[in-house]
């Protein structure tokens, strides 16, 4: 069968674009058992997705959707439909409100949970019988007299090694940025690509919902890893290389084993960066050294709050405080620039705590401070405990873009006005401080790209004056 991957456009970053990695492993399988396939980023297309699908030939077009691009996906899944092609849907939004896409008359088909496996069964089902065993595939939910009818959920396997190295080639990497433009700089032709060498997260944090690759960590082997970096420097020459998974230290022995592998077979050459926040429990100085003589530089935290009772009451961040100033110290001391994640606006959450928050950022005082305001997605914990106690005013799921600026629920005495007001304050205090400012006008990509700095930095210090707190903007298209 012929299969179209696609992944719709983000909005929330106006320069950085990496490659959608879930797409190339669902590629890779795909293809190892010998169906064409092809991928649609719409981030790098010049092409729109229209035009391509009337100039192309495919079966069948899979979509990935986040909650905030559900909006996005559902327009490429209603064009291929128009275009009589199979369409079928998959990703972190389509695993928790799965019913929510089914129910649209141009979704055939929703993976609910990883979907390399489901995929397959069901490609080669349609192939084979025509659709005739749809009801045995675990983790799919499909329609019978157009009424949508779910499978039992996939059980997760725990060999992920099994699974053939993501699609690297099949993706137009010269048209994807570095990792990091706001830290590094925009190279807009970068050859950066992305590695997962685990999936899931044991830890239950209330932001988070892990839909997709559960509550349980699976690592691929370190030999099974260092093979696909070999072939990501050797053979696809990355100019950079980004570890993306949830914790990828959670094993402090395995991540220092692959750092002492990339040393001995000489892959340090390329620089690479943890994209995504390190557990800072799960860490020592050692292991900083290593990354650091490994090629690794930069590191990024999961701080959150700068409050323990926060961390540990309502986030149950399992870290403290100390914890936190630890891992950056050793950070430091190995020569390693850091990052750091901040959220601003969780429950019982004060005016008091959320300085804390600011004061702790100043302190760790890290390359990259990322403030962000806390966002109820759906299937988190944090979600029922304000549907239930608070008031949800954000019912676009366009405002669940992590960098928007607004605050999407109060909660008891917290208030939307306080939150954003704090977020704003966090921005300014830790960015307009002397030596910051000069290191941002000295910097050249500033003045290559001054019309997304200054925007970027309107949006951050001063905000959107036009978009009242508290006012629900309106859902634009056919889905309100």
Same mark, same amino acid.
């Given at each position: 069968m012929r299969v179209l991957l696609a992944s719709p456009e983000s909005k929330v970053w106006s320069s950085r674009k990496h490659i959608p990695l879930g797409l190339g492993y669902l590629a890779a399988v795909l293809r190892e058992n010998g169906h064409e396939v092809a991928i649609y980023d719409a981030a790098v297309e010049d092409e729109p997705f229209e035009a391509f699908l009337d100039r192309t030939?495919?079966?069948?077009?899979?979509?990935?959707?986040?909650?905030?691009? =559900?909006?996005?996906?559902?327009?490429?899944?209603?064009?291929?439909?128009?275009?009589?092609?199979?369409?079928?849907?998959?990703?972190?939004?389509?695993? $928790?409100?799965?019913?929510?896409?089914?129910?649209?008359?141009?979704?055939?088909?929703?993976? $609910?949970?990883?979907?390399?496996?489901?995929?397959?069964?069901?490609?080669?089902?349609?192939?084979?019988?025509?659709?005739?065993?749809?009801?045995? =595939?675990?983790?799919?939910?499909?329609?019978?007299?157009?009424?949508?009818?779910?499978?039992?959920?996939?059980?997760?396997?725990?060999? =992920?090694?099994?699974?053939?190295?993501?699609?690297?080639?099949?993706?137009?990497?010269?048209?994807?940025?570095?990792?990091?433009?706001?830290t590094d700089g925009l190279d807009p032709h970068a050859r950066a690509f992305t590695i997962l060498t685990s999936r899931g997260c044991p830890y239950k944090c209330n932001f988070c919902s892990k839909p997709v690759t559960g509550d349980t960590w699976r690592p691929r082997s370190v030999e099974n890893v260092i093979a696909e970096w070999r072939w990501l420097v050797k053979g696809l020459h990355a100019t950079e290389i980004g570890i993306t998974d949830d914790i990828w230290n959670l094993q402090l022995d395995r991540a220092k084993e692959i750092c002492r592998r990339l040393i001995e077979e000489g892959l340090n050459t390329v620089p690479w960066v943890t994209v995504h926040g390190m557990k800072v429990n799960h860490t020592d100085l050692e292991l900083f050294q290593l990354m650091k003589a490994a090629g690794c530089k930069r590191v990024g935290f999961g701080v959150e709050s700068g409050d323990d009772y926060i961390l540990k009451k309502v986030i149950k961040k399992s870290q403290t405080v100390d914890m936190v100033r630890e891992a950056f110290k050793n950070a430091k001391a190995a020569g390693l620039e850091t990052m750091g994640f901040f959220i601003f606006g969780m429950p019982e959450e004060t005016e008091e705590s959320m300085e804390k928050t600011i004061q702790l950022a100043l302190e760790l005082d890290p390359d990259l401070a990322n403030f962000m305001i806390?966002?109820?997605?759906?299937?988190?914990?944090?979600?029922?405990?304000?549907?239930?106690?608070?008031? $949800?005013?954000?019912?676009?799921?366009?405002?669940?873009?992590?960098?928007?600026?607004?605050?999407?629920?109060? $909660?008891?005495?917290?208030?939307?006005?306080?939150?954003?007001?704090?977020?704003?304050?966090?921005?300014?205090?830790?960015?307009?401080?002397?030596?910051?400012?000069?290191?941002r006008l000295t910097r050249k990509d500033t003045w290559i790209n001054a019309p997304a700095r200054l925007k970027d930095a309107r949006r951050f210090f001063l905000g959107d004056r036009e978009t009242r707190v508290g006012q629900p903007r309106a859902v634009e298209g056919a889905y309100a």
């Open positions: 030939r495919f079966d069948m077009v899979g979509v990935t959707a986040t909650t905030p691009l =559900i909006y996005e996906a559902w327009d490429m899944a209603k064009a291929a439909k128009e275009r009589g092609k199979w369409t079928v849907l998959g990703g972190a939004h389509l695993t $928790i409100l799965p019913m929510e896409s089914a129910e649209q008359p141009f979704v055939d088909f929703v993976v $609910i949970g990883e979907g390399e496996d489901t995929l397959l069964e069901l490609v080669t089902d349609l192939e084979r019988t025509g659709g005739k065993n749809l009801g045995d =595939i675990d983790g799919l939910v499909w329609k019978r007299d157009d009424q949508p009818v779910m499978n039992r959920p996939r059980v997760l396997d725990d060999n =992920i090694d099994r699974f053939p190295f993501p699609a690297h080639d099949l993706f137009k990497i010269e048209r994807y940025t570095n990792l990091q433009p706001l806390a966002a109820p997605f759906p299937g988190t914990r944090l979600y029922d405990l304000v549907e239930k106690y608070g008031n $949800i005013f954000s019912h676009d799921w366009r405002d669940y873009a992590i960098h928007e600026q607004r605050a999407r629920f109060e $909660i008891g005495d917290l208030t939307a006005e306080l939150v954003e007001r704090k977020w704003h304050e966090a921005y300014r205090r830790f960015y307009l401080r002397p030596g910051r400012i000069w290191k």
